[in-house]
């Protein structure tokens, strides 16, 4: 018995694959600069004594919280058009009579989250509320 051919159709190159869309990443958070303002406003807690104060400290002027001294040496707001967040970086040392200066804190605070950059001490807190005045770039 003979074997009829088989037929196949032509080759024929394959068809086009359609290039891959490219996939954006989320457009960032922070979309403009960081407004510079004049003044940071501060919380600091005595936990000894439960006193809470609002400090306003300006910017590269030392201002002083019971045995601490604070220097916010910038303060930086996002523009009201992106997420809400202020930050600030501060120099804190404390002082005690007959002592050596003690520095305490140098860094960032941010006010939306105070434990991520936060001040060990036993008696002091100190956090980051808002920055305030006219701002700047």
Do not use: N
């Not at 457009?27 to 003044?39: C, I, K, M, R």
């Not at 303060?75 to 005690?96: G, M």
Request: with cysteine; net charge negative; charged share 20%.
């Amino acid at each position: 018995m003979t074997s009829a051919p088989v037929l196949r159709p032509p080759l024929q190159p394959p068809a086009p694959v359609a290039a891959p869309v490219p996939v954006l990443p989320p457009p960032p958070l922070h979309l403009g600069a960081d407004l510079s303002f004049p003044v940071a406003v501060l919380q600091g807690l005595d936990k000894v004594s439960a006193r809470v104060l609002t400090i306003e400290a300006p910017v590269g002027t030392p201002v002083r919280f019971g045995s601490l001294e604070i220097i916010a040496r910038a303060c930086k707001k996002r523009p009201p058009e992106d997420l809400p967040e202020s930050a600030a970086f501060l120099d804190i040392w404390e002082l005690r009579p007959g002592e050596p200066t003690a520095e305490l804190f140098r860094g960032w605070m941010f006010a939306s989250s105070p434990a991520l950059s936060a001040m060990e001490h036993p008696v002091y807190d100190i956090w980051v509320l808002d920055c305030k005045g006219a701002p700047g770039r």
